[in-house]
Each structure stands twice: as structure tokens, then as C-alpha cells.
């Protein structure tokens, strides 16, 4: 990528070095490979897996046209919800989600419906949630693991299955993606994760165990969309969240017109160095996925 | 609020998943109500009624979530 001038500036550090963009394609070839492998393995739930990787390729798809033209914020969200639609065309989903105290609700119409917006809302999540080294890639890795565990908890044989080949490729891209990163993902490949996050939910189930996984990317993503007023590109916010500092601190924009991002809200009392803010961001992720194991244990059904 | 560093972020993704349980759980008292609700309007139309009370608390969670999270930031940042 160095080598085609494809590289990106690394904005929070004093030397401004530029480091590789768009690596996160070797995701997506770790994602089709494993997925592949899978689906001649386990043929009797191969439509599920060809759902799950078709899913993450169109996703990925509009990541790298958005890498490419730079699309606009409403056009990322309107696009990114046709990576739904190979899991609708496979019929690879169960419209009867388990939700924790109510048991499993009937959905046969809603639930389709909803299944390109909430692939559209991961990879858009996914896509805000990667301020820092190492946050997006270390975050979804924890957020992987953790509905690993759950389906292996709930004897899902088929979501550990998928969810240990989407695994692979995220944690061999963090180890070059975390602090100090040598790759950037791109928006590529958080297109790719998001899509992978959803689509593993959404033909597997545990839906609410997966949205208390991210509560720290929803609480993002919805901080700063309610506080710069909706879909806005960075051009259009006047104000940026936080500012590097000449001894290489990150501080809190104090302007109120800066939009409320989660990295913004870790700087509120002090700054702080840019491995610190992202462990923060991977320790508030594992908290959450604490929460969604005990989440998990209130979804009585998967107990009886 | 008087807690420093980043524990009121703790705090708040606490109290979202707590809230988003307690609205879980008053929608399946909701459920409950059913047929006593049926007594007096039809399926159809106790059906919308859930549906409407669910995206209304949804609401209101979103809504005491974001001015629980401004509020707390505001009180840190010092603005």
C-alpha cells in the first residue's frame, strides 16, 4: 500500500507519520477464506456462511467506494443497508429473536425488515468507532469473542463455527493495527467488521446480547449524531472533538459546538496519550460484553 | 457529579443496560396485560398498542440516556 502511495496520516501523533490505508482488505480475505473453508466443512449450514461472507463483501464493497469518493454520510447509510440483502435472498435468519425476561417473540414481519437498517446501523457503527490505534479492530475482536462465548453458552454450534473464522482475521489485523499502528483498516475494512458483527447476529441470534456488547460504539455513534445534529460529513463540523498537544497529549475540545465522541468523553477530566485512550476504549468494550454475558444468563430460554 | 477520570462512563453504559432491562422486563408485564386488554379492544389493536408503548419507551430511553450522558460530560469537562 506504501508502495502505490495509498497511506494515511496517523493525526495523533506530533511526528505525523503516514501509515499504510486500506489494509483492513486483508480482513476481507481472511473473512472469505475461513467462511469458504466453512462452507465446504459444514455444508448442511453453508447458506448461512455464504450469507454472513456475501453480507461482508457488499459491505465491503461500499467501504472501499467510500475510501475512493468519499461518500456522504446518508449515502454511507442508505448503501451499506443492501448488505442485508443476501441474508434476505438466502432466507438465512430466524425471525423469532430471544429477548431477556419476555422469551422468544414472533417477528415474521418486522424482523426482515429490520435486517438491512441493522446491518446498516453495525457498519456504520463500526465505521465511527475507530478514532485511535487499534480501537476498532482490538474492540470488535472483544465483542467477537464475547458472542462466541455466548453461542457456545446458548449450544449454537454454527454461530461459534462463523464467529471463531470472523475472529481470526480481526485479532491478526489488530496485532498490526493496535498502538503504535503499522496498518490503518480503511474504511473498507470497518465496512467489513460491521457487516461481520451484524450478519453473525442477525443468522444466529442473541440479538439484545450483542447490542449490550456494543453499548460503548452505540453510546458513540449516538453521542455524536444527537450533538452535531445528524448526518454530518467532517467538513461540515466546525469544531473538531479533541486536539493534539506538543508533548504528544490528546486533549477534550472544551467548544460546545464539538461533537460528543466517546474519545472526547475519556479526555473530559484530563488528557492523555493515545495508548491510554485506546485501552480505555477496549476496557469499556469488555465491560459491556461483561454485561451481555449476564445479559445472556436473563435470556431464560437458552437455559430450559 | 463528583466522580473523576472516566468511571461515569462506566456509570452511564451501567445505567443504559439497566434501563434497557427494566424496560425489557416492563414490556413482558405489558405482554401479561394482554388478556385483560382484550376484553376491551380487539387483537389487532391491543397488538399496535404494545408495539406503541415498546417504541415509546425506547424513546424515553434514548432520551434519559443522552441527557444523562450530556449532563455527566459537562459536569467533568468544566463548560
Known sequence: MRGKGIVGVDVHKPSKPEIPERVGLSMLVGFIASLGLLCLVDLSSASTYLAVMLSILVAAGIGLVDDLKDLKPLHKVILATLSGLPILALRAYEPRPL?????????????????????????????????????????????????????????????????????????????????????????????????????????????????????????????????????????????????????????????PRAPLTLVRMILASSPKREAEIAREFLTLTAFSSFLAIITLFLTVEVWV | MGVRGTVWIYVDIFFAWLSMLLGLYLVDRLVDLAPILEEFMSRTQVGVVEVLITALLFLLWLIAWRILTVKAFRRIIGS
Open chain 1, 99 to 255: 429477548i431477556p425476561f419476555v422469551g422468544r417473540v414472533r417477528l415474521t414481519i418486522a424482523y426482515p425488515i429490520a435486517i438491512p437498517f441493522a446491518l446498516s446501523v453495525t457498519s456504520n457503527t463500526m465505521n465511527m468507532a475507530d478514532p485511535v490505534n487499534g480501537a476498532m479492530s482490538g474492540s470488535a475482536s472483544i465483542i467477537i469473542t464475547t458472542l462466541v462465548l455466548a453461542y457456545l453458552l446458548a449450544g449454537k454450534p454454527k454461530g461459534v463455527l462463523a464467529g471463531l473464522a470472523l475472529l481470526g482475521a480481526v485479532l491478526a489485523f489488530y496485532v498490526y493495527n493496535r498502538y503504535p499502528a503499522r496498518v490503518f483498516s480503511g474504511n473498507v475494512g470497518s465496512f467489513a467488521v460491521g457487516a461481520a458483527l451484524g450478519s453473525l447476529v442477525v443468522t444466529n441470534g442473541l440479538e439484545v446480547v450483542a447490542v449490550v456488547a456494543m453499548l460503548p460504539q452505540v453510546l458513540n455513534s449516538f453521542m455524536i449524531l444527537s450533538s452535531v445534529g445528524g448526518l454530518k460529513g467532517k467538513t461540515s463540523i466546525p469544531v473538531r472533538p479533541t486536539r493534539l498537544l506538543e508533548d504528544g497529549l490528546i486533549e477534550a475540545v472544551k467548544d
